[in-house]
């Protein structure tokens, strides 16, 4: 992990359930449940989703979505999921692509956080490509102070691949983080920060930038 996010997540979770009882939007109310969980919550109601997708179609219908949010123990009932279901199935084909959901669900950031978000991703995109593997970790990230390289558990490789595995979305975990793998992991993050800045410098300091 980056230092400082495990305070952060923390801070978060509890933030996220005080709210909870404050809001009427159904999305929100969604949000602030995953987000109950910590950062990693919305990323997990996804790994539920893809486990229900039996034919990979990466979309779900009613039926599947309830079931899916009963998986993951969210309390909601049957109308306001069919409210949640009508906005995300915005061209009323009766299915909703996933991938959409998971992001209209991620918390909404300011730009400010997006363009620092980006810059520890270009940083790590050594070959500007637009997608982080290994490869492009040997050039920015040094394996050599990990504890579990230090102690001989843990090649150089495996170092990288367990930092890469953070950032990855959990029901795909390929070695390669996308910006938009990246995001969602720090959008995370930043639900549990209030201001601007604070999230910048702690950015700054993760990543030295």
Known sequence: ?????????????IQAKRNLSKTTDPVERLRLQCLARGSAGIKGLGRVFRIMDDDNSRTLDFKEFVKGLNDYAMMIDKEEAQEIFRIF????????DFDEFLVTLRPPMSNARKEI???AFR?????????VTIEDLRGVYNAK???????GDWTEDQVFRAFLDNFDSPYDKD??????EFMNYY?????????????????KNAWKL
Do not use: C
């Open 89 to 96: 199935d915005k061209d009323g084909s009766g299915t909703i």
């Open 1 to 13: 992990q980056m230092p400082g996010t495990a305070r952060h997540d923390r801070e978060m979770a």
């Open 117 to 119: 978000i980006m810059q």
């Open 175 to 180: 070695g390669k983080v996308t910006t938009e």
């Open 145 to 151: 102070h990990h504890p579990k390289y230090q102690n």
């Open 123 to 131: 940083k790590l995109d050594k070959t500007g490509d637009g997608i």
């Open 187 to 203: 959008a995370g993050v930043s639900a549990s920060i209030d201001t601007d800045v604070y999230f910048i410098i702690m950015m």
